[in-house]
């Protein structure tokens, strides 16, 4: 600041607060906050400590008396007001209001800024009048190049939108400055040639300046209205109907969106906010499919301050109609959805049937999220992927096909290679960064919420053998094969699934030690519980060699030679513990990998899957099983009868007892409660726990 002499406009005029507002704003308070206190004793702040190192003591009341001379809004004649002086006017009324000063000391500061609100007025409306015939005018009539041109419309909007902020910073308690100001205000916002960029500025001026939430609304209620009845836009240029209907609706949306996202929730089922769904429905139903994307943006956040039973019965009917329709646009489908999973997190009966509905609303949206999922479009799936986490993430349906959907789309290597990228970024909603992103810390997050969730995840395996062979439909071998890693996969979810029984199994046994102070004496008939405890869980590998048998033994025959062998590949080699697994669900498995040798006639597909047919080997059968029985039946009764022969006393049996939870019995109640009903059911611990 020496060398522009201390005046913190020249410094504001080399830093361009119109580009830099963010940086600027903390220059300006530094510079403000120092000279405002370094003329006292016991200021310890290290700016402080640096002026006074540096400058001598003429420089410091040079510095000072610049900085904090009087400056005004009021220019003369042949000066105008800039960007650079409007806005260090603005932070400095902003930290006055924020300050420890009396109020009349605050009153006075601000008043030799910006005079009064009528004043401030007046300056606004000749720099918006000045903006708007700016825009008027054609490329022809510009007198100056296109970067002057886009130079001085971002200079008029930015001293408009720091006139306005100022204005909050200014006693707007007196009625008739607020008044005044309020109609200044709506007048702005009524007016279809005020630059949108000023809209959400003007509306939350008008909100500060009204006591009430309910006065707000009745004000915009009335604004909405003049907007609709302002002919204005385009007089003089030849009257465009269509345009006009457009723009008019545009600004209804944008006007709407600002109010629905800034009131609180106790506006919920008010009559006048009731109102506004007369404004939104025509842009909602319009022909320009621009319009009607941001008509459904604007009903979802309408619809989270409704009452949750028009909710239901209204506009939900109505967002799944817009969300299915095959012949809407895909960006505006997507935002239909959006806003029923926004309002599924928040009612719980959002996706339940109703009385008068013949199918259900939840089974309706599954299939509407598995068809998006299948889409060509890469923002379309990426959406559809992020909805999908969001409502099993937060239990509001448990589905293995969805699962296996999720699982395609993060190994699909197409989609961050997409269009997609360039146009959101990585940070906005329908990126495919993002949706890697949020999928990566879902599946564990999920698999760990719930058993339900973790035994979804392992059900997930069959579909996701069926969506593959989907998406594999048409392409070639080598390009097929790359996309679609089908052997990763299904190791990603066994990883998955075992990764979520490690964690429950190590907080049981966190849980156990925290317990072992409080022992207590076994009670007769803890047998069963303790052999329950102890009952292995059939391993992830093992289920998911169960589902590719099926499905092999299934659509082998429908399926692509390269893709059947990269599946039975899965199998051959598979590492499973036969000794240890689940009699009943190797026998399971043993019949559907003979089922699925029979189906297959490719040679390298035969050869994988007889490593597992020969590892299967020692599998009992049913009838060779029953002899098993019968002498495991003799093996035990000679136990028995040791144990009779032998002197213990009461207590000694019990502490004994459940030790043969690991042998014959621990079997019998282990294949008990490992059968599973269907490929898509997985027994885990919490069904003996």
């Known amino acids: 600041m020496k060398s522009l002499k201390y005046d913190p406009i020249a410094l504001l005029d080399k830093l361009n607060p119109v580009i830099n507002e963010t940086e600027c704003e903390k220059a300006v308070k530094v510079i403000l906050n120092v000279a405002s206190v370094i003329d006292c004793e016991n200021g310890d702040d290290k700016s402080i400590e640096l002026i006074r190192k540096h400058f001598g003591a003429p420089e410091i009341r040079s510095f000072q008396q610049i900085v904090m001379k009087k400056m005004s809004i009021v220019q003369e004649e ?9 806005f260090f006017l603005r932070v400095k009324c902003a930290l006055t209001v924020e300050s420890a000063m009396s109020a009349s000391s605050r009153a006075d500061t601000i008043s030799d800024v910006i005079y009064d609100i009528p004043t401030l007025c007046n300056i606004l409306n000749g720099h918006l009048d000045k903006l708007i015939e700016f825009n008027k005018l054609d490329d022809d009539e510009l007198e100056m190049d296109e970067e002057e041109a886009a130079a001085f419309e971002d200079d ?72 609709e009845d302002d002919d204005s836009f385009g007089a003089g240029q030849g009257s465009n109907e269509k345009a006009k209907a457009i723009v008019r609706q545009m600004r209804v949306i944008a006007i709407l969106s600002i109010v629905l996202e800034n009131i609180s929730s106790h506006m919920v089922g008010h009559p006048i906010l009731d109102g506004f769904f007369e404004h939104l429905s025509p842009a909602i139903t319009s022909k320009n499919a621009v319009v009607r994307e941001h008509g459904v943006i604007c009903l979802s956040k309408f619809c989270l301050l409704s009452e949750q039973d028009k909710v239901m019965d209204q506009f939900r009917p109505l967002l799944m109609c817009i969300a299915s329709s095959a012949d809407e646009r895909a960006e505006v489908r997507v935002q239909a959805a959006m806003a029923l999973c926004d309002l599924a997190l928040i009612h719980d009966d959002m996706l339940n049937p109703t009385d008068a509905e013949g199918d259900t609303e939840s089974t309706s949206f599954k299939d509407l999220l598995i068809e998006m999922l299948s889409h060509p ?76 969730a973790n035994d979804t995840m392992m059900a997930s395996v069959g579909p996701l053998l069926e969506i593959i062979n989907f998406k594999m439909e048409g392409m070639k071998q080598k390009k097929a094969l790359e996309q679609w890693p089908i052997s990763k996969m299904v190791d990603f979810i066994c990883y ?194």
């Open 78 to 86: 042949e000066e105008e007001l800039t960007p650079s002086l409007v």
């Open 377 to 452: 479009k890469p923002l379309v799936v990426s959406i559809a992927a992020e909805i999908s986490a969001k409502l099993l993430l937060a239990g509001r349906f448990h589905d293995p096909i969805l699962i296996g959907w999720l699982v395609a789309v993060y190994f699909d290597s197409n989609l961050t290679d997409s269009e997609s990228e360039e146009e959101n970024g990585a940070e906005g909603i329908g990126s495919s960064v993002r949706v890697q992103q949020l999928l990566s810390i879902f599946f564990p997050t999920y698999s760990m919420s719930c058993l339900e």
């Open 156 to 227: 008029q909007n930015f001293i408009c939108l720091q006139l306005i902020h100022m204005a909050k910073a200014s006693e707007l308690q007196e009625e008739g400055s607020r008044r005044h100001f309020n109609s200044i205000m709506r007048n702005m916002l009524s007016r279809l040639e005020t630059p949108d960029d000023l809209v959400d500025a003007c509306v939350k001026a008008m909100a500060t300046a009204h006591d009430t939430e309910a006065q707000f609304v009745q004000t915009i209620s009335e604004v909405l209205v003049d907007v």
């Open 496 to 689: 998955i699934v075992d990764i979520a029984d490690k964690t429950k199994k190590s907080e049981e046994s966190a849980k156990e030690k925290e317990d072992e102070n409080d022992v207590q004496p076994p009670e007769i008939g803890s047998l069963v519980e303790e052999q329950e405890k102890n009952i292995v869980e059939a391993s992830s590998i093992l289920l998911a060699s169960i589902d590719i048998a099926e499905y092999l033994a299934e659509f082998s025959c429908q399926i692509p030679a390269f893709y059947t062998r990269a599946v039975a590949k899965i199998l051959g080699s598979a590492s499973i513990d036969v000794s240890n697994e689940d009699k009943a669900l190797l026998k399971r498995l043993k019949t559907q990998v003979a089922e699925a040798e029979y189906s297959i006639d490719d040679n390298a597909s035969l050869a994988a899957i007889r490593k597992l047919s020969k590892l299967l080997e020692s599998v009992y059968d049913d009838a060779d099983e029953g002899e098993a029985s019968e002498r495991d039946k003799e093996v035990e009764e000679e136990i028995i009868e040791t144990l009779e022969k032998t002197t213990l006393t009461d207590e000694n049996v019990e502490k004994e007892n459940p030790r043969l939870s690991t042998g014959t019995v621990g079997s019998q109640i282990s294949s008990k409660s490992r059968g599973r009903e269907s490929t898509s059911s997985r027994v885990s611990l919490g069904s003996v726990n």
